[in-house]
């Protein structure tokens, strides 16, 4: 059933025919549309440069959700209904003249509108601008930006004070779209409803943490924007930053937005800077070269369509961090995310210390550390690692290493897990921030990678080569092997 009091909103989505917008937020919407979560008046406006018709558009739609959407899926009559609420205006986003018929189309609607930006981020100051001179804002607007925000901490900066001219912070939903999914809510509640674990989560019971984001696939035609990012602007500060602060943050007071933000701000500032003498044993860089990728021979970075055969941008980072806290002293938390790796896998491992005093088969002391396994993609769920004894008369007291599993996909009877984006569009209709990065966190987590990005060109020489298909430079292995550790898949 609908709920009328809760999302009744207009929404403009600017950069409507981008990549974004067709592969992610559309479906979204469609989704729901399909639970009963779009309330009934609620208007789309779709915007983008092109020229073109609302009947157009909404055809283009129709052949690309048929096209990506699961048959048993797709109903003819919620799409015919989710079609009926778009409109499209071409629009040149920095024209003002442009804006007057959006204003138009608002016409005072007393509902909420939401703005969504899917646009890069350079644009994000004047979108806001000239929604203003066209009277489309006010009090009760919402605007949607995704990150990253800006290449680094100044020009972060200067986009979010444009926006800040135009818009009051409570008015600003930043998207990382790793806080919708339904494993990273879960860490919310594993931590902090389960005593099992809340007594547990420190430096006294936890050994070092591992958080691996990583990507079977290449470039995938945007060589001329990675090339400028790389995987440290693009992934780390990103997104892995967000998910050691889940990780690693104190108990917030409550559940409201800024509880939980203030905390994560709290580790954002105990990071420990990496300085120029840790290079060699906190930071690898590398950049893949040719191998094979599902069974077939894939090119090199350099040799991508476009490429510069002189870039030294890393498309592979490994990082030994460290929290300056009393909760995490001493605790590394091991970080990496790749390009053209063996398999699309994000997931983080909490390793505990053993037992104080081993006293079983002194052969299998190795195994004596549980792991509690955290996947976010691709099949959500968690894992509990721990040791009972072998099955059998004659196995004495070996021991033997086997999970307490949690699948969501199995466990649960909702049939699917919502995508990100749907929780992250649902939570911003229903004017509810908690998912989404305030200011503070942005130019925190910006501070710490510029230092590090600064020391590595200083200090550091080219990104170390791996093949595609494998797990990185052997020199993310050495940097965790130097501490008597070993990556999981390794293990």
């Given amino acids: 059933m609908t709920r009328e009091n809760d999302t009744q909103c207009d929404l403009m989505l ?64 919620v799409l015919a209904e989710f079609l009926a609420k778009i409109e499209y205006l071409p629009l040149d986003m920095e024209q003002p003249a442009d804006y007057e018929a959006a204003a138009r189309w608002r016409d005072e609607n007393p509902v909420p509108l939401v703005v969504y930006m899917a646009t890069p981020p350079s644009l994000y100051g004047t979108i806001a601008a000239n929604l203003r001179t066209a009277n489309c804002t006010g009090p009760s607007t919402r605007v949607v930006v995704e990150k990253p925000i800006g290449h680094d901490f100044a020009s972060s900066q200067t986009i979010n004070d444009q926006l800040a001219e135009v818009f009051d912070e409570s008015q600003l939903f930043r998207i990382d779209h790793y806080l919708g999914k339904e494993t990273v809510q879960n860490l919310i509640a594993l931590r902090f409803a389960n005593n099992l674990f809340a007594t547990q989560w ?53 559940l409201s937005a800024d509880s939980i933000r203030d905390e994560k701000v709290k ?52 990082i030994k961090a460290e929290i300056s806290n009393w909760r995490w002293a001493g605790v590394p938390f091991y970080i990496r995310t790749g390009k053209r790796l063996p398999e699309k896998l994000s997931q983080i491992i909490i390793h505990f210390k053993p ?110 080569r791996y093949a595609a298909g494998t797990w990185g430079p ?11 550790r070993s990556w999981y898949e390794d293990a």
Avoid at 19 to 32: E, G, S, T, V, W
Avoid at 45 to 73: M, N, Y
Wanted: charged residues 25%.
């Fill in 202 to 254: 420190n430096q006294n019971q936890i050994s070092h943490v591992e958080i691996t984001v990583a990507e079977s696939v290449g470039i995938e035609g945007r060589w001329g924007y990675f090339d400028k990012a790389g995987q440290l602007r693009d992934m780390v500060q990103n997104h892995l930053l967000q998910l050691l602060c889940l990780i690693a943050m104190d108990p917030p007071s409550d």
């Fill in 355 to 464: 037992a104080p005093h081993y006293i079983f088969d002194p052969d299998q002391k190795h195994l004596a550390n549980n792991k509690l396994i955290i996947r976010l993609q691709p099949d959500e769920g968690m894992s509990l690692q721990i040791l009972t004894k072998d099955q059998g008369l004659e196995k004495g007291m070996r021991l033997r290493e086997g999970p307490l599993e949690l699948s969501f996909s199995e466990a649960f009877s909702t049939g699917r897990i919502p995508d990100a984006y749907e929780r992250l569009l649902w939570e911003v209709m229903k004017g509810k921030q908690y998912l989404f990065v305030r200011r503070d966190e942005v130019e925190f987590a910006w501070r710490w990678v510029d230092q590090v990005i600064k020391a590595w060109e200083a200090h550091s020489g080219p990104p170390k």
């Fill in 14 to 77: 600017f950069g409507a025919l981008g990549d974004l917008a067709q592969r992610k937020l559309f479906p979204a919407l469609y989704q729901l549309q399909r639970a009963g979560l779009l309330a009934r008046n609620s208007r789309i406006l779709a915007l983008a440069r092109k020229k073109l018709d609302t009947q157009s558009l909404r055809q283009q739609l129709r052949d690309k959700l048929s096209a990506t959407i699961p048959g048993h899926e797709l109903e003819e009559a």
């Fill in 267 to 318: 580790v954002l500032k105990a990071l420990r800077p990496i300085m120029p003498d840790m290079m060699e044993t906190h930071l690898v860089r590398g950049q893949y070269t040719a191998g094979s990728s599902d069974g077939r021979s894939v090119p090199g970075y350099l040799d991508e369509e476009g490429a510069d055969r002189s870039s030294h941008t890393e498309t592979f980072v490994a």
């Fill in 474 to 484: 052997v020199a993310s292995i050495a940097m965790i092997t130097r501490d008597g």
